[in-house]
């Protein structure tokens, strides 16, 4: 267990619908990354946030964004699903802000678009 | 942009066999981290490395950073069943997270 949780850990939804995915980071960590995982393929990181602040942008896309609560927990809104976003979402978190941290992840959150 | 390949991308071993995989830019990295991830699971660190012909070494495994710092390898000594998974490294850009492609690795008894 490596203290961060997501919740949900299945969704299930539509073409053109709404969801949140969230996370809870470990105790401590102030970072918390955000990751899809599509079928068979690696890990394309899309957005970090730092104590509430966004600190680095990847490949997200515009239809997604991201916030980082004063509680420190972070929610992913992905807007007007289409069947291409089906895919596992990952949330990590990691003590600071920096590249080179340590980064430990969630169980994810799988997500299947219909 | 930064890219990180890694090859092989599927590797089907004996138990017993070694296994490596490699890790490859096209630029210079500042630092390279490899994480596991078993079937069904979430990637787990393992290991970071940082200097220029860095070696480090947890058990089986044996970590190598390049001494020109583009491409990094992790060798497993005798695959028992438990080393079934995807193993990826990963860099920091600036400001980016750049995972590799990983490599799938399964181990037949």
């Known amino acids: 267990d490596s203290g961060v949780t997501q919740t949900p850990k299945h969704l299930i939804t539509a073409t053109g619908q709404r969801v949140t995915l969230r996370c809870s980071p470990r105790?401590?960590?102030?970072?918390v990354y955000w990751y899809q995982q599509s079928l068979d393929q690696g890990l394309q990181f899309l957005i970090q946030?730092?104590?509430?602040?966004?600190?680095a942008k990847g490949n997200i896309l515009e239809r997604f964004s991201a916030q980082q609560f004063p509680d420190l927990h972070s929610e992913l809104n992905l807007s007007s699903l289409e069947l291409g976003d089906s895919a596992l979402y990952f949330c990590?978190?990691?003590?600071?802000?920096?590249?080179?941290?340590?980064?430990?992840f969630g169980p994810g959150t799988r997500l299947l678009v219909l | 942009g930064q890219q990180v390949m890694q090859i092989p991308q599927y590797q089907h071993v004996q138990e017993g066999e070694d296994f490596t995989t490699y890790c490859n830019s096209s630029t210079t990295l500042s630092n390279i981290q490899w994480y596991k991830q078993r079937p069904g699971g979430h990637p787990v660190f393992l290991i970071q490395l940082v200097k220029s012909g860095e070696v480090k070494k947890q058990k089986r495994l044996t970590f190598q950073f390049g001494e020109a710092k583009k491409n990094s390898s992790l060798h497993i000594t005798a695959t028992q069943t438990t080393d079934v998974g995807t193993y990826f490294c990963t860099t920091s850009g600036t400001y980016k997270y750049i995972f590799g492609t990983g490599t799938r690795l399964k181990v037949l008894a």
């Open positions: 105790s401590g960590d102030l970072s």
């Open positions: 946030y730092y104590n509430g602040e966004e600190r």
């Open positions: 990590a978190s990691s003590v600071g802000p920096e590249g080179a941290q340590t980064q430990y």
